[in-house]
């Protein structure tokens, strides 16, 4: 079974510049999660969906960062425009439904210059 | 919502020495604590979790304990080796709300010897 695909794995950009980054669930996984990692800190959700439906966004900054899922599946999360501070790494993850294991993918490392 | 503080920060084990991880929550409703493993560069993975209905769960080398009414949990890893070294993280799940978003600790970077 492949596991929860990420992609890029490393994107450098300029600040004030857009970014996208992709994510494929488990097939069969309904709850997909977005999160985001510092350096030396644990995950930190910045929106989950259930199927289609986001959840949970509150943490979103909504002002730069979008997300869609639009079938259900695969979820994209923008960042327009990129500050210095959104360098981190973003991991998707994906659970069978909300309150089972979570697995995660290899994340997405953000450097904004 | 829910607080978890993990400890300690960091722990430097020989091979072959026991490695305790504890944590604590705040929200008395969260019932599930998994604990992952994450190796330098690569994703969190799974490596035990525990439900409130159980105070104790093992699985070869590791262990985990929960106190609810302390509000605390633990990882025991036991005999370590090497390959051991790795930042841990807890994290408390709970259903308040219907949301059983996992809240995660700092983190704590195991460092075993050989």
């Known amino acids: 079974e492949a596991g929860v695909v990420q992609s890029p794995r490393y994107k450098i950009i300029e600040k004030k510049q857009p970014v996208a980054f992709w994510c494929n669930p488990i097939?069969?996984?309904?709850?997909l999660y977005w999160y985001l990692q510092n350096l030396g800190q644990g995950p930190e959700l910045l929106i989950r969906?259930?199927?289609?439906?986001?959840?949970?966004d509150s943490q979103l900054p909504k002002d730069r960062f979008s997300a869609e899922r639009l079938k259900g599946v695969d979820s994209t999360l923008k960042i327009q425009p990129a500050e210095l501070g959104d360098s981190a790494v973003y991991l998707c993850?994906?659970?069978?439904?909300?309150?089972?294991?979570?697995?995660f993918g290899p994340g997405t490392r953000l450097t904004v210059l | 919502g829910e607080n978890v503080e993990q400890h300690p920060s960091t722990l430097s084990v020989q091979e072959g020495d026991s490695a305790v991880i504890k944590c604590t929550y705040s929200?008395?409703?969260?019932?599930?604590f998994p604990w992952y493993k994450q190796e330098l560069g690569k994703r969190p993975q799974l490596i035990i979790d525990?439900?409130?209905?159980?105070g104790e769960k093992k699985d070869q080398r590791i262990a985990v304990t929960l106190n609810k009414t302390a509000k605390h949990f633990s990882l025991h890893i036991t005999e370590t080796q090497p390959e051991d070294s790795a930042v841990y993280f807890c994290?408390?799940?709970?259903?308040?709300?219907?949301?059983?978003?996992?809240?995660f600790g700092r983190g704590t970077s195991l460092i075993v010897h050989p």
């Open positions: 969906y259930e199927n289609e439906e986001a959840v949970d």
């Open positions: 929200d008395s409703a969260s019932n599930y």
């Open positions: 097939s069969g996984h309904n709850t």
């Open positions: 994290a408390a799940s709970s259903p308040s709300g219907g949301s059983y978003i996992p809240t």
């Open positions: 993850a994906s659970s069978l439904n909300k309150g089972s294991e979570q697995f």
């Open positions: 525990i439900r409130s209905n159980v």
